[in-house]
Nanobody, 123 residues
Framework: QLQLVESGGGLVQPGGSLRLSCAAS????????IGWFRQAPGKEREGVSC????????NYANSVEGRFTISRDNAKNTVYLQMNSLKPEDTAVYYC????????????????WGQGTQVTVSS
């Protein structure tokens, strides 16, 4: 059974950093492209970043380009999202999701999701 578990969220001041982790179990992570998404209260879920199964390709939403970095360690079955220079508007529940073919920021194309981790950026 494919399972994804996010961790690493929390409360951080503006300008601070957090690293989120997405741990996979029940399947071989290296066969999947992994996306990070976020959803703020009252807003639609939006794509943040995606990394291809090999790690060779990444893409980012314009709102996080240059501040967030996605990476993966297939040996540990884990994908990371390093978030720097955090802003209050980054506050949201962050989710990771898996899909077999193609890397995209379109949430509707991902079938397998984690439960999410809360990130709050506030002074």
């Amino acid at each position: 059974q494919l399972q994804l578990v996010e961790s690493g969220g929390g409360l951080v001041q503006p300008g601070g950093s957090l690293r989120l982790s997405c741990a996979a179990s029940g399947f071989t992570l290296e066969l999947y492209n992994i996306g990070w998404f976020r959803q703020a209260p009252g807003k639609e879920r939006e794509g943040v970043s995606c990394i291809s199964y090999s790690g060779a390709r990444t893409n980012y939403a314009n709102s996080v380009e240059g501040r967030f970095t996605i990476s993966r360690d297939n040996a540990k079955n884990t994908v990371y999202l390093q978030m720097n220079s955090l802003k209050p508007e980054d506050t949201a529940v962050y989710y990771c999701a898996a899909k077999r073919f193609g890397c995209t920021l379109a949430a509707s194309l991902f079938a397998s999701w984690g439960q999410g981790t809360q990130v709050t950026v506030s002074s």
